[in-house]
């Protein structure tokens, strides 16, 4: 298949860009870099664009006759989705619209929508199942949910297929450690952990010990980001016209923040001092993954699974490109 990948110089996207080549596709990047990487993305193959230029997305999809989308172009921080709502509603919401109206004048009728664990807010119920409330607590939250909903809409009305992938927390790197995470400013906790041990910040911060957990902190489902690309590629063959598919992509296993620590102590053999800090707002006590639904249906199932692992993935590319893809 040709596919746009929209947001495919950023982490998970360039990810799922490297895994699609692999299985054989077509693949064009399209991005602004606004948070991406270049050098993330096969020489050659990126188109420099913006979601809000209804134009350049047609004349991208018409001219590499496109037959299908996936898309991660968006902003995802919480703390500022509160604090700029407008930003998040305008990129998000109004860019995305942007791009399937771009799809229906073009004819482009398959895409793969990056959503997020932040639809269900505070779950009644952990592991949380794809049918649980839908109930976001942040501006975040609801424009991915919103999206959901034009993307469920637009299949009847129009005939798109789409599948919605709602990740929780990703993480990790490529195997070979050439390509990984640098966002910035950094706010994903394992990231942050191992700065700490590259002496680039003094301790970690944790917000809240006294949650209804075992050890007191949250409780998070680390997904690797190979993981989740294969998610990606295997829903891909599934999508039928004017039907939806809804997957929750996580290993369905939790690790508090206190364990990630511990096994970040371990991997890289650095103490990484802890500050306790009172809770922030709106941070769940446990957020996991009921993964049964992916597992049954596309026969999908995590390489990584032990935190550690994980952990050590992440290490590999952070040592090696201390400065992510730039320069000090
Ligand atoms: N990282 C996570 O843990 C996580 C969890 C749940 C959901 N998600 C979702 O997954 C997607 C990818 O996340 P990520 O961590 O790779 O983020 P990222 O910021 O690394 O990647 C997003 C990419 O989209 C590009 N982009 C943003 N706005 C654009 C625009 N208007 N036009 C063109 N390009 C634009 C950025 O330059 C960047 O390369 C996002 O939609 C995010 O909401 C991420």
Redesign the pocket.
Known sequence: MIVLV?????????HAVRGLVQAGHDVWV????????AASVPAGRLVR?????RGALETALRDHKVDAVM??????SVPESVADPAKYYQ??LV?TLNLLDAMRATGVGRIV??????VYGVPEVVPIPEDAPKQPINP?GFT?LAMEHALADYARAYGLGYAVL??????GASSDATIG???TPET?LIPIILQVALGQRESLSVFGTDYPTPDGTCIRDY?H?EDLADAHIRVLDRIEPGRGLTYNVGTGVGASVREVVDAARRVTGHPIPVVAHPRRAGDPPSLVASSQAIRRDLEWSPRYNAIEEIVASAWKWHKSHPHGYGTP
């Open positions: 929209v947001g495919g110089a950023g982490y998970i996207g360039s399209l991005d602004n870099l606004s948070q991406g990487h664009g913006e979601l809000a230029d898309h991660f172009a968006a902003f995802a990129n998000n860019g929508f990056s959503s997020t664990a932040a975040y991915k709602r990740y929780f927390n990703a993480c995470e640098d966002h994903h997904i980001v």
